[in-house]
C-alpha cells in the first residue's frame, strides 16, 4: 500500500457515499447523462476515477475497475470465464519453494521471510480466484441465470458455463497435488509446511466441488431446454389460432340466424358473491326469502348419540411353517461359503438323501435341481455377487444351442 494513506481512502469512500444514488443509476442504467445541476458532481467522480466519458457525448459510465468490484460484490457473473493456468501456478509456487530453500539452507532470515510471504499471496490469490469462480458458478445455477430475461439467453449462458467448468476440470485433473509433497521433503520450518499441506487439501476438497457442479449445470441446461421447447409449442399455438380466426367463437354465436336450435345456449350469467339490494327485479323474491326466514322459530332437535360396542378378538398366534427343503438349499449356500469349494447339487442330494428318507423327506433330483437354482434366483444382489451358479450338462442332438442340465454348482466367487 506505498503510496496511499488511510486519509486518501477514506476520502474515496466518503466521495462513493455522498454520491452513491447517481453511482448507482451509472451501474443499473449502464450510464448516466450530464446536466448543469450534475456537472460539477460528475467531473469530480470523473477524477477520483470512478466514472468515465462514454462514447455518446454528454455520458458517463463507471470505470472497469469499480463496475468489477461491484460486480464482484452483487455477484454478478463475469469473473467465471477467468481461466485458471494450475500449470503456470505450480511453476511458480515450485520456483519461490526453492528460492525459500536455498534461503533457509544459508540462514539467510530476511530473504527467507521474503520469499514465504511471497508464497503466501500467491497461495491465497490462487484459492481466492478459483473459489471465486466456482462460487459465480454456483450462484448462477441457482439463480437460473437471473442476470438474463428470455430463455434462449439463459441456456446459452447455461452451455457457456458448462464448457468452461468442463476444460477446467480437465485443466485441474491434469494436476497430481501429491507431488506437491516433494516441496516439504527437507527439514523445512513448520508454518512453511502447513502452507503446503493446506493447499494440498484445498485442491483436493476442489475437484469433487467442481464436478458437483457441473452435473448441477447439466441438470439446468436440462430443465431450460424443456421449458423452451414448451414456450416454442406455446408460441406456435398462438401464431396459430391469430392465423386462423375461424377457431375464436363469437360471443354473440347463439344470435346466429344459421345457428342449429340444438346447439343455442343462453348468454353467461353474471354471477357475483353477494345480493344487489338496488336490483328491482329480484326486491320481492328477496323481502319473501328474508320473512321466511324469520318465521323460522322451530328449535332444531338434538339427536341421541348412537353408540356400540366394539368387541376385541383375542389375537390368533400363527404357526410359522417352514420348508424342509428350502432349508437344505440354504445348508448348501452356507456348504459353499464356508468350504470355499465348488458344491454340487447331486452330490449334496446323495450325501445327506438317507438322512432326509429317515426324517420323511423325499424329493427327486429333478426337483431338487430345480429347487437350488430356484432358491438362488431370490438371492439378494449382494448375495448373488458373492456367489456363482455353474450349470452342467450335455448338447442335444440335432437340436442346435440347445443343452440339457443334469446338475449344477455352487462356486465362491
Known sequence: MAGYDAGQVAELLRKIGSHDELLANAYVYGSVVTDQAEQRTINLLH??????????PGEFRLTTDFKR???RLMRKQSSYRQLTD????????????YDFQQAVQA?????????????????YETKDGLNTNLEN???AIVSQFGFVSTLTNKIRQNERYLNHAQNLLTELQQIDPESCYEWINWPCPNDFARKITGFIYWFNQTLPRLRFIIDNMRLSLFRLRRDEKQASQLRNMARYLRQHPEFELKEQLFEEPGFPESLKFAPAMNLCSYVDPHNTAIETPLMNLVQSLRKQNNQPVNKQRESATVVISSIEKLVYESDFFEEQSDSLFEQAIETEQPVSAIAFWQKYQLDWVRQNQHIHP???????FSCYCKLTNDQQ???DIKMIGSADVGVPDNYTYNDLEIILR
Not at 47 to 56: Q, S, Y
Not at 86 to 97: H, S
Not at 366 to 372: R, S, T, Y
Open 47 to 56: 477524477k477520483a476515477g470512478l466514472l468515465r466519458p462514454d462514447d455518446e
Open 69 to 71: 468490484m461491484l460486480n
Open 86 to 97: 494450475m500449470g503456470k501456478v505450480i511453476e511458480a509456487l515450485d520456483e519461490t519453494v
Open 107 to 123: 540462514k539467510q532470515s530476511d530473504d527467507a521471510e521474503f520469499y514465504l510471504d511471497q508464497l503466501d499471496d500467491l497461495l
Open 137 to 139: 458458478m454456483h450462484y
Open 366 to 372: 429333478k426337483a431338487w435341481i430345480e429347487l437350488v
Open 385 to 387: 455377487a458373492a456367489l
